[in-house]
């Protein structure tokens, strides 16, 4: 396997043993000092995400966009799906966020309903549309989460000036969404998603609309806040080498409809403190597992040949 003779980062985060309780389940309680009760110990066990043998049909046109999608992510663990164009990455995200209701199968986040868990907040979710409140400035849309977790204003500031330097936004807090480029705009909605340390986010191409550095920055500073926080980490990518650099496992998922061909364990890359990012991207290695994912995607095509290779990078 491609991840072979490396260190287990991964693997211990996806088995939840690296989870940390600060702010797991957005509780101020537990963030408050280390103490684990039986709880808080059974809530870590949990899986973030459970997805059993969901199909999902849209009535209009009857396409049939996911067909029996079983798959468990654990707490903590980033998991990415790829898949040809059209295959139902978004539906499958949109699902689990309970944007969408599956025609077959059951949905659980940490153990509730996708609905349940949509009412209590319990995930962040960054989309290809940044979903920017116009009428709010930037400092406003990254604080609008906190205010709906009823955080007080002092920490609401702090944690906004904190995120928006963190994304090279400082200057543009007062400003307006209008006002920013689509990539500045995007960093603004990923930044927001983290702002109340959730422990699960939704992520749909986030980094899409950002130049190559950035995007990397992103990247790098995505895994140390997912990691800080034990945040699992649903991401749909069309690019391979995102896919293996942030990722415990990378899901393959085959075109309409669509369904999981594989299961690619990357080793998250990313997260190997053991090397710095630029040698991890540049290491054989890593272009192994890269090579790895190109594989099973072209293998869960078989019959049309070409077509991963069209939609993936
Ligand atoms: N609201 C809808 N009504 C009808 N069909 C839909 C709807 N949303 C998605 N579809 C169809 O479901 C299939 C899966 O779409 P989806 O957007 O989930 O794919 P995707 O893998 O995310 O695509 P991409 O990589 O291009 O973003 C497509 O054939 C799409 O046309």
Redesign the pocket.
Known sequence: MTAKGRPAVATATAEGEQVSADGQFGSADVSAGNIRTDATAALERTAAVELADVG?I????S????TDVSLTVAPGEFVS?I????????????IIADL?QPTSGTVTVHGKTARRARIDQDYGIAF?QSGLLDWRTVQANVELPLELHKVPKSERRARSAELLEMAGLTDFAKRYPAELSGGMQQRVAIVRALAPKPSLLLM??PFGALDEMTRERMQGELLRIAGETGAAVVF?T?SIPEAVFLSDRVVV?SA?P?RITDIVPTGGWGRDAAFADDDVRSSAPFFEAVAAVRAALRSGHGDTGTAAGR?VR
């Open positions: 999902k849209y009535a209009a046109g396409v049939t966009a996911l799906l898949g040809p164009s059209g295959c139902g990455k978004s539906t499958l995200l949109r969408e290809q749909d191409e749909v069309h998922m309409r669509g939609d």
